[in-house]
């Protein structure tokens, strides 16, 4: 069974930094794309970072410099290291693998990825 678990957030101040990790069973995080989201009370999910299965990353604009995504595929686990964290920042972060058919697409950053797997979600929250 397909199974994505977050881990690694809490509650740091503005300026700090927060590695958050994915372990992936039943799925391979060297499928096609991987991808952190995010989405803040009142607010749409949001794409924040994709990688995809030759290595190459895509991020949103807001995090551009400042968050990094990557895998490792012997411990089938994903990684966002997140610095120069601020307030607006704060939110759920979902882990997310994509799905060869019956996938939901999203934009993250340049890459449309269709998503199908998600995980439950970790809370972050930046305080000023």
């Known amino acids: 069974q397909e199974q994505l678990v977050e881990s690694g957030g809490g509650s740091v101040q503005a300026g700090g930094s927060l590695r958050l990790s994915c372990a992936a069973s039943?799925?391979?995080?060297?499928?096609?794309?991987m991808a952190w989201f995010r989405q803040a009370p009142g607010k749409e999910r949001e794409g924040v970072a994709a990688?995809?299965?030759?290595?190459?990353?895509s991020y949103a604009d807001s995090v551009k410099g400042r968050f990094t995504i990557s895998k490792d595929n012997a411990k089938n686990t994903l990684y966002l290291q997140m610095n120069s964290l601020k307030p607006e920042d704060t939110a759920m972060y979902y882990c997310a693998a994509s799905r060869a058919f019956g996938g939901s697409r999203y934009l993250i950053g340049e890459r449309s990825c269709a998503m199908g797997y998600w995980g439950k979600g970790t809370l972050v929250t930046i305080s000023s």
């Open positions: 990688i995809v299965s030759d290595g190459s990353t």
């Open positions: 039943g799925v391979t995080v060297n499928r096609y794309c």
